[in-house]
C-alpha cells in the first residue's frame, strides 16, 4: 500500500508455471495489496503455483485471448477497490522491481496511465530484443506518433499502470480480445487527454520466455496500422466508435470467469 491508496497487480497469464513464481517473489514487498492471476485457459499448473503464492486467481474456462484477460483482470481489480492497478507480465520479460515506480507515479504522480518503455535508454537490443522486433517496433511508434499527434517512445509495451479513474472512463469493453487491445487503450487514453507518462524499463529477453511470434507478431501489426488509422481519420471527422466516450466501459464486459480469493 502506498500511503493510503490501495495497489493491485494483475498478472494476465496462459501457461506460466514455470515462471510465475520467479515473478510473483521479485515484487517488493509491503507496497502491493493484492497480486491477481486472471488464468486464460491454462492447461499446465499455473491456477495452482498462483494459488500457493498466495495470488488471487480469476479463471477463464477457455482461452480467450490476452485482451480478455487484461479486461477481466481490471473489471475485478476496480470491484475490489484499487486505486491504481499495475499489469504485469507473468512471463519475467518485464521487472516487476519497478511496480512500485509506476505505481507512485499513478497515485502520487497524477498519471492516469504509465508505460514501461523499453527504448528510452537505448538499451532493448542490448537486453536480447532481436533486431526485426525493435525495427518494427520503432517504425509502427514513428508512424503512430505521427498520425495520433503522440509524443510516446514506446506503443508495444506490456508493461503499464492505470490509475482508477482510467478504467473507470476508457471505453475498453468493446477493444479487441488480441494483443492489440493494448494499442487501442494507448489510443482512448490519447484521445481522450489522460495524462501517459513513461518510465524505463530495461528489455529482458531470455530462453523459455513467451513472445509473440512472426504471424502473430504481423497480425498484431496490421492492428497497430489499423488503430492508428482509425484514429486519424477520426481526427479528420469520420468517428472511430473505439473513440467514443459514451462506449462500453469495463462494467460491461460480462464474460463469466470463477474468482478464487
Known amino acids: 500500500m502506498l500511503g493510503n491508496h490501495h495497489i493491485t497487480v494483475v498478472m494476465p497469464g496462459l501457461n506460466v ?31 495452482d503455483v498462483a ?25 475485478e481489480a476496480l470491484a475490489a477497490g484499487a486505486d491504481a492497478v499495475v499489469m504485469v507480465h507473468p512471463d519475467f520479460q518485464y521487472k516487476p522491481e519497478l511496480v512500485p515506480a509506476m505505481a507512485a507515479m499513478v497515485v502520487f504522480g497524477e498519471n ?11 538499451g532493448a537490443v542490448a537486453g536480447g530484443m532481436p533486431r526485426w522486433k525493435w525495427a518494427v517496433n520503432r517504425g509502427l511508434t514513428h508512424l503512430e506518433n505521427a498520425l495520433m499527434n503522440g509524443a510516446l ?21 468493446d477493444n479487441r480480445n488480441d ?5 487501442e487503450t494507448i489510443a482512448q487514453a490519447l484521445w481522450m487527454k489522460l495524462r501517459i507518462g513513461e518510465i524505463s524499463c530495461p528489455a529482458r529477453y531470455f530462453e523459455g520466455m513467451q513472445t509473440i511470434t512472426l504471424l502473430p507478431g504481423i497480425t498484431y501489426g496490421l492492428g497497430c496500422l489499423d488503430t492508428a488509422g482509425r484514429y486519424f481519420l477520426h481526427r479528420m471527422g469520420l468517428p472511430a466508435r473505439m473513440l467514443d466516450p459514451n462506449g462500453r466501459t469495463l462494467e460491461a464486459w460480462t464474460e463469466g470467469a470463477r474468482v478464487t480469493r
Open 112 to 122: 492516469d496511465l504509465v508505460l514501461g518503455s523499453r527504448v528510452l535508454l537505448r
Open 17 to 47: 508455471a514455470s515462471t510465475l513464481e520467479r515473478t510473483v517473489r521479485a515484487i517488493p514487498q509491503g507496497i502491493v495489496d493484492e497480486i491477481l492471476f486472471v488464468d486464460d485457459g491454462s492447461t499446465d499448473d499455473s491456477v
Open 153 to 173: 517512445s514506446e506503443y508495444h509495451t506490456g508493461y503499464r499502470a492505470f490509475s482508477r479513474r482510467a478504467l473507470e472512463v476508457l471505453p475498453l469493453a
Open 179 to 183: 494483443y492489440v487491445f493494448d494499442n
Open 51 to 75: 494459488l500457493s503464492l498466495g495470488c488471487a486467481v480469476v479463471s477463464h474456462s477457455r482461452n480467450l485471448g490476452y485482451g480478455a484477460a487484461q479486461k477481466t483482470g481490471y473489471r
